[in-house]
């Protein structure tokens, strides 16, 4: 992970993002300026949406969700040294482990109960998502393949052959839509607003469901597999230095296929999000580019499942906020949204380290300023 | 004498703190070959290198063809006639021979038409000098030799004069050589001026006409060949030195049969020499036999390397680098597998198709400490408990299930910072925030600790403050005192002679020569290390 030496850990971790989104926000500002809108208030609208109502806030942690899974399945194959670009494909193939599941038990073992039928379905989507890196992993690993090639191969795949299933095997006979039958009743991840209402609490119905609570726990599971593991020592120590993990006699095919089936694995849980928590039956196109913006969200969040929460949640903010700004707001559209949030990507992703340099040296300044008892 | 090609005078050159070249002095004469010999980092390769306009030389003056010139880049030293071929080709794989010869040369137009006009000049110079090669072939699928004509006629074709060569035969065949002298005699013929780096004796006498022996930066020797020998050259080249390693072992035991084993440098009887003496010394802890690995171009780095490793005995691996040293270590550690040899460790045999790895040999308690310090010893991002366990973090003490036992790591990092003085003491420090001697301590202190009968130890003190040279040096010498066996590869010639009980002197992937300690002289050394036994 790139670590920058010359700063304090406090300043590389905490003030360099901040400042990198203040950047960001300011350039974002200057477009907005110049198609003739006010900036404040439209920031100030975007973090109301997403923020400022139950309804905003359950939709930001919606896709926060999806997000968290995109972001861990390329931060776990990135510190085993391999740059996973198949969260797209992965996630794709996580839905349809989930809709097999579903549609199977609506095919041939109709009323099953949901504790069996969503667990199974959760199983489903990361057996898939993680078959579907394991190819790739295998032919980086036995035959060298690069995986940023065959990654990006597999996403074209996924997409021709949930097509292929949708338009010949499942769909759903007696409509025009590409879309699989609905599943039974069981089979549905609870929404949080029907657990709140459980317990007495009213909350407006959103698609937000107890899929967020599988996103906490895959956060603390990547964070014990990469650091308090020991799997998790032989993946990195191959990851950062594999000369190193060769002596150390680690096999590098075992950790390329741990991290591949375990990023893939996480990656299919958006299936769940989606399919199991939202729209109750298999449908193409449901990951809608969740995949790639993973890449973004785990070079944001420096790779670190902490980062990668605090970088998902920045996400949802950005995507539940842009939706409600293009309804709002006249002439502020969709690609407006999508221009925020590549200037995020650029200045606290691929920019992130510009500001290093001048931090750095005014960091010098000050600490021996302070050494000597004289303030700059 | 002759019209002068070049005269370089008076050159220094310092990196920081070391004075690479100390006033040298070169003449050489207008068509001769001109052999320069000296040990790693005698200051021969930087004496070229600010002739060919890689390095600039603080103060002196260069002339040639009788014209004081400045040399400030490649581009500059082509203008003054003078060429050089490197040790490692400077080619692009991927596109064809003659395309590598306009590389850098290239008009802006006319591409097409200079290409004719090349390939009409090589096939001429082709004609006179008889160096071949096929210029429509890709580099990659030409053969190494053939590389290096290639790279000799682009020097040429150029217009150099003067041509430099370092270490023109380090990658090459026997056969491959003898077509390569011939070629560079015809060279000389022609009026071409050839200046040879190498540290083969055997090479200077057979081809040059002079020959300048550097030391330590300096020229120690400057003769016509006629009126020298390889004796004299060898004991140019490694100088006076004083042997220390047997005093520090005479302390500890009383004879073992080493001080008076008949050793004949590389003669035809080594072998039965080694295995009588395994009849009176206690039985090797590792045997290695006929080792042999071959690069991936397929030239043999290791050509039937035999050793023996007993308990309580240094053995000290001398050697010009690169003559197959690391891959001599790397096979022995399971790093790298043979093409053909055989190996035992501890009554275990391995055999190319089985080879031991580097799970098995930490298991049969052989311990390496590598050469390549920053990318195979440590792994730099991680925290210094993690480094300090590289190797041994599967065993049960640093695990309880599928948990690492964080606790017990730092632990053990804490206790060899202790025992072997790493500084800072500092467990959570990054492994690159450490100097190298602190680095190497701990690299040192892990094997160490996990109480090796053997133990393969490379470079041991590169990079390492004078400071903890002597520590390092002093813990090896305990674990041989303990009973345990060292095979230590160092370039430096003062450190094998001042721990080593026996040396093993390498050259061209072959055992050159086996000397106890005490036989270790200058002439002796250098004669091996030059090549000149066989």
Redesign the interface.
């Known amino acids: 992970m790139s670590t920058n030496a010359s700063l304090p850990r406090w300043m590389d971790l905490l003030l360099l993002p901040l400042m990198n989104l203040a950047l960001a926000m300011a350039v974002a500002s200057a477009v907005v300026w110049a198609i003739g809108l006010e900036p404040g208030p439209v920031i100030g609208l975007l973090f109301k949406g997403a923020w400022g109502s139950a309804s905003g806030i359950s939709y930001t942690l919606y896709y926060t969700t999806t997000f968290v899974f995109t972001g861990l399945a390329v931060a776990v194959a990135f510190h085993a040294g391999l740059f996973n670009i198949g969260g797209e494909g992965q996630a794709a193939m996580g839905g349809l482990g989930t809709g097999l599941v579903a549609l199977a038990a609506l095919q041939w073992m109709p009323g099953l109960p949901a504790t069996i039928l969503v667990p199974a379905m959760v199983l489903g989507a990361m057996l898939f998502g993680a078959a579907w890196a394991a190819v790739p992993g295998a032919l980086q690993a036995w035959r060298g393949s690069h995986v940023v090639i065959t990654t990006i191969m597999f996403n074209f795949l996924a997409a021709a052959l949930m097509g292929y299933l949708l338009v010949e095997v499942l769909k759903e006979p007696g409509t025009m839509d590409l879309q699989s039958r609905a599943f039974e009743p069981a089979a549905r991840m609870p929404g949080v607003h029907e657990c709140l209402l459980a317990l007495g609490v009213d909350w407006p119905a959103t698609p937000l469901n107890l899929t967020a609570v599988l996103a906490v726990l895959a956060i603390a599971a990547a964070w014990w597999l990469l650091w308090k593991s020991r799997s998790g020592y032989d993946l990195r120590a191959s990851g950062h230095a594999p000369a190193a993990a060769q002596y150390a006699g680690i096999d590098p095919r075992r950790q390329v296929m741990l991290a591949m089936l375990v990023s893939g694995a996480f990656a299919g849980l958006v299936g769940v999000n989606e399919i199991a928590g939202v729209h109750q039956r298999l449908l193409p196109d449901f990951v809608a580019g969740a995949g790639f913006a993973g890449i973004a969200v785990s070079l944001i969040g420096r790779n670190h499942p902490l980062g990668i929460t605090l970088a998902s949640l920045l996400f949802g903010t950005l995507y539940q906020g842009g939706a409600e700004l293009a309804f709002e707001v006249p002439g502020f559209s969709r690609d407006m949204v999508f221009t925020l949030q590549g200037l995020i990507v650029l200045f606290a992703g691929a920019l992130s380290t510009v500001l290093v340099g001048p931090l750095a040296r005014l960091h010098r300044r000050w600490s021996s300023g302070a050494a000597q008892g004289v303030w700059p | 004498m002759t019209a002068c090609a070049v005269r370089m005078r008076g050159i220094h050159k310092r990196f920081g703190a070391v004075h690479a070249n100390r006033g040298v002095n070169l003449t050489v004469a207008a068509g001769s070959v001109h052999g320069i010999v000296g040990e790693n980092g005698a200051g021969k390769s930087t004496l070229m290198s600010i002739l060919y306009g890689f390095y600039q030389a603080d103060e002196g003056s260069i002339e040639v063809d009788g014209r004081e010139v400045r040399i400030r880049d490649s581009r500059e030293a082509m203008a003054a006639g003078v060429g050089m071929v490197h040790q490692h080709f400077m080619l692009v794989d991927t596109m064809s021979a003659l395309d590598n010869m306009l590389l850098g040369a290239e008009p802006t137009w006319r591409l097409h038409s200079a290409r004719a006009e090349l390939r009409r000049r090589l096939c001429a110079l082709m004609e006179q000098t008889g160096l071949q090669v096929r210029l429509d072939v890709a580099v990659e699928d030409l053969p190494v030799g053939e590389r290096q004509r290639l790279e000799i006629l682009k020097a040429l074709v150029r217009g150099a004069k003067v041509l430099i060569l370092d270490e023109p035969t380090a990658v090459l065949t026997p056969d491959e050589t003898t077509a390569l002298f011939a070629a560079l005699r015809g060279l000389r013929e022609r009026g071409t001026t050839l200046l040879l780096i190498t540290h083969k004796l055997k090479e200077i006498m057979s081809l040059c006409d002079r020959v300048t022996v550097m030391r330590a930066g300096e020229v120690v020797l400057e003769r016509e060949i006629a009126q020298t020998n390889i004796d004299d050259l060898a004991q140019a080249m490694v100088g006076r030195r004083v042997a220390t390693g047997r005093r520090a072992a005479a302390t500890d035991d009383g004879p073992r049969g080493t001080a008076h084993r008949p050793m004949p440098a590389g003669g035809p009887h080594r072998e039965d020499a080694a295995v009588g003496a395994t009849e009176v010394t206690p039985g090797p802890l590792m045997k290695a036999e006929g080792l042999r690995w071959l690069d991936p171009l397929g030239v043999p780095r290791l050509d039937g390397v035999s050793l023996v490793l007993r308990p309580g005995e240094i053995v000290g691996v001398a050697g010009v680098s690169g003559n197959g040293q690391t891959e001599l270590l790397d096979v022995l ?1 399971g ?1 790298k597998v043979p093409t053909e040899g055989r190996l035992s460790v501890d009554g275990e045999g391995f055999s190319p198709a089985l080879w031991i ?3 098995r040999a ?1 298991e049969l308690r052989v311990a ?1 400490v ?1 050469e ?1 310090r920053l ?8 925290a210094a408990w ?1 480094s300090a366990v ?2 041994y ?2 065993q049960q003490r ?2 309880r299930w ?3 036992r ?1 606790s017990a790591m730092r632990a053990a990092t804490a206790e060899m910072m202790d025992l072997y003085d790493v500084r800072p003491r500092n467990p959570d420090l ?1 492994s ?2 450490f100097s190298g001697g602190n680095q190497q301590k701990l690299v040192l202190a892990r094997e160490a600790q996990a109480g090796p009968r053997v133990m393969l130890v490379g470079q041991p003190t590169r990079g390492v403050d004078i400071g903890a040279i002597e520590f390092i040096h002093a813990r090896l010498r305990a674990h041989r005192d303990a009973g345990g066996a060292v095979l230590v590869v160092s370039s430096e010639l003062d450190e094998i002679l001042a721990i080593s009980d026996r040396v093993i002197v390498m050259n061209a992937g072959r055992v050159a020569g086996e000397l106890p300690i005490e036989d270790c002289h200058e002439a002796a050394l250098g004669r091996l290390m030059g090549g000149a036994v066989h």
């Open positions: 550690s790093l790895t580097p799970a930490r390496h590598p390549d990318h195979r010893a440590l792994v730099l991002p991680f993690e590289l190797g973090q599967q640093f695990g599928a948990w690492m964080r990054r690159s925030k």
